[in-house]
């Protein structure tokens, strides 16, 4: 399986997948403009090419990497990365971040994990964002993944599907996919080859990864976000050559992103990030405690949602 290219294979990994335009995609995401106390989290994030060229980059920010490969950490220091790199399974190492700014999974990641494991991931991504935080996750087209065109192959028309380099190791060239096999047509479910070929002095070697992948739509993406609380931020979603970039925050910022008044008011980051500013959705005791966790204010100082509006005003 695929594992392999990522376990035992890293490093041609690194060399292969370093064929974008990183700082062009962190402006996409705004990066660069995240504020300096901000946290930026890479998921799925192999050699760490995101985090390693915002940093390299000025951002000053904290970047937490997270990939359950000890191998694509080693590949990600090598390379120069200098932020935190957790090596855990994707939703064991979000468990542990809190006020995320920007949660990214880049290149088609998503595909993976199974429908479930992908709902779960996005219910820990819509925990560990900070209120005013984005997930941004990047997937193929849906051109790219309806039924005749994966059993047909026409995957040729990405721009991963064929790259060549010349390395100190040799000439190296992979097709991605190869071949596909359907494994499961209505989960959309296929086993897709990588053939990667090296080749040196006149002698070739081949290597055949088999990736399982799990062709989510972007109507999937769109459910397990919605049911994550997530609501799509469609002035921040793009489309990128081959993909899409979905960008998704907190359902319960509605009013915070909407509000007129909060665009005048709450200008400064540090006030954004106190202050309790759903002026118009306070009324029941559950929404308030979910808010008032949220914002980090001190519970017991209040009584009634009327007291939440003198923190909203303050
Ligand atoms: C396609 S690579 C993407 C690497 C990099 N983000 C990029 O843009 O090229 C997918 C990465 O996800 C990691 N991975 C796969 N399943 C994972 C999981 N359940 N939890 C954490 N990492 C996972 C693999 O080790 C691999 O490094």
Known sequence: MSHELYFNYAELYGLIADDRNFIEELNRLRAFTLPSTGLFVELFAGPAYHGTHLLNGGWNGKVVAIDNSHEMEKVACNRGFNGNYLCADAIIGLEQIVNADLIFIPRYSIVLVDKEYAANLFNQA??????????????????????????????????????????????????????????????????????????????????????????HTKADILKFADEAGLKELRERSCELVDSYLLAFGLKECDTKTNSPILADTFQSDILEKLSFNRLFDISSVDACSVQLKKSGLDADAHDSPLSLHVYNLL
């Open 126 to 215: 819509a925990k560990s964002l900070d209120t005013n935080g984005v997930f941004f996750v990047e997937i193929h087209k849906d051109a790219n993944i309806e039924n005749q065109l994966y059993i047909g192959g026409r995957w040729d028309e990405l721009s991963i599907y064929k790259r060549i380099l010349e390395t100190p190791l040799g000439k190296i060239e992979c097709i991605w996919p190869y071949k596909t096999e359907i494994v499961d047509s209505d989960q959309k479910i296929v086993d897709m080859d990588v053939r990667i070929t090296i080749a040196k002095d006149n002698l070739v070697d081949e290597y055949i990864f088999t990736s399982r992948e799990h062709l």
